[in-house]
């Protein structure tokens, strides 16, 4: 297709700037936080009742029985389907519903759905209710333009992106929403530039660790065992010997930002004796602390091997049991993700280059996140491998005070992700 023969479209979704500005507000306004996962029954029915009127076949899926899932707070997803002229392949835009908590720092209301500037202000603007928007706007274009194709277009809202997926994206897979035959590609409008498509990213291995010690009177340390002291002889380790090691590995990823491009690893909270008593400002017993316990976060790269990550930070503990007298541990792995990167050659990426071509003028970036999100899933347990991020906004925003989305980068994204559509329905024309 060459760009001539997509202008109208394009003007269509020019002409629908204000909406999906408008629509990205009341998306914002339905707070879905999560912890503990808010009114997503609320968001899900908005969603599917817009897309009902539009003539889609709507299904709300309440992941009952799944983690997070309770009376009080529903896992309800929703799944909206169309289906073209004839049969065809299917095109899915998914986008999580949830967003994380608005914490500190905001000059503007984060529930509000400030539109000024031409941005739309508000938790979740960026990640990722702007680019579910876009996402709409551009399918409700392509049907009201009547652009013919065969196939099928699907839009779903999930749950719990930010908490894993599990009652989600992943709990849809293991019911065949992200697969064959039902599924061909998907697109996940996730906050990742416009002019870039997101190839998957690194993985992902967590572990707690709890070093033990023998409690003791506060006044004479030398009778116990101090579990801060063992967990401070591993940290003083793991900067000496890994951290330096870690920063040596590069990986051929295209990970952004750059400085991702690199294996890493956070210690992501660290609690060790006992409370303050008898509150947080108050003084903590007189006692040596008979527990600390670490959480990591480990980034690794696809040219890693998640034996190796959990072996190295094995070695060190294993050492210091043998060179500290009455160093012991114990460690639990919590969760882990291999790392995905879709091959460039694969229908879906060639369609996004090339409608980023059509509506930029630019060549496409393939880039990949630093961090996990539902790919993992559509990959893992719907064994389809076509499937990439591609929305508007900036990744560094993400999770921020004060986060908005540019309405100019919605509309750009909306016109890519209408193109590749069309493109992909019309088996590449
Ligand atoms: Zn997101």
């Not at 938790?123 to 876009?134: I, V």
């Not at 749950?159 to 709990?171: I, L, P």
Request: aromatic share 8%.
């Amino acid at each position: 297709m060459s760009s001539f023969e997509l202008d109208p479209l394009f003007r269509r979704i020019e002409d629908r700037r204000e909406e999906v500005a408008a629509l990205t507000a009341e998306l914002v306004r339905i707070p879905t936080i999560n912890p503990p996962g808010d009114a997503y029954e609320a968001c899900a029915r908005f969603l599917g009742e817009r897309l009902a009127g539009r003539g889609f076949t709507v299904e709300y899926l309440r992941a009952e029985g799944a983690v997070g899932d309770s009376d009080r707070y529903p896992r309800t997803n929703v799944v909206a389907r169309i289906e073209g002229d004839g049969p065809g392949p299917c095109v899915h835009f998914n986008s999580h519903i949830d967003v994380v908590a608005p914490g500190e720092g905001w000059t503007v209301d984060p529930f509000a759905g400030v539109i000024r500037d031409g941005r739309v202000y508000g938790r979740g603007a960026c990640d990722m209710k702007g680019g579910l928007a876009a996402s709409i706007i551009a399918v409700e274009a392509l049907l009201d333009a009547g652009e013919t194709f065969s196939g099928a277009i699907e839009i779903s809202g999930t749950a719990d992106e930010e908490s894993g997926g599990y009652a989600g994206v992943e709990w849809l897979a293991e019911r065949g929403y992200f697969s064959k035959p039902r599924v061909d590609h998907v697109i996940i409008p996730e906050p990742l530039y416009k002019d870039s498509v997101c190839l998957g990213h690194r993985g992902v291995w967590w572990a707690e660790i709890d070093v033990k010690g023998r409690i003791a009177h506060g006044s004479m340390p030398f009778l116990g065992v101090s579990a801060i002291r063992g967990m401070g002889a591993f940290i003083e380790r793991v900067e000496r010997d890994l951290y330096p090691r870690l920063a040596q590995r590069r990986t051929a990823m295209p990970v952004i930002p750059d400085a991702a491009r690199q294996s890493t690893l956070n210690f992501n909270s660290i609690h060790g004796g006992a409370k303050a008593q008898p509150d947080e400002d108050g003084f903590a017993a007189a006692l040596v602390a008979d527990r600390c316990r670490i959480v990591l976060d480990r980034r690794y790269l696809m040219e890693e091997d998640e034996a190796d990550v959990r072996a190295e930070v094995v070695e060190i503990l294993d050492t210091l049991a043998r060179e500290r007298p009455d160093f012991s541990y114990e460690l639990r792995e919590l969760w882990s993700v291999p790392p995905t990167l879709t091959p460039p050659d694969l229908p879906l990426v060639q369609a996004l280059d090339r409608g980023i071509e059509q509506v930029l003028g630019q060549k496409s970036r393939h880039v990949a996140s630093p961090g996990t999100y539902d790919q993992k899933h559509v990959w893992r347990v719907g064994k389809l491998k076509d499937c990439v991020a591609y929305g508007p906004g900036i990744l560094e925003l993400a999770h921020q005070p004060d986060e908005y989305i540019e309405i100019d980068d919605m509309v750009a994204s909306a016109k890519v992700m209408a193109a590749a559509a069309l493109d992909l329905l019309r088996g590449g024309q």
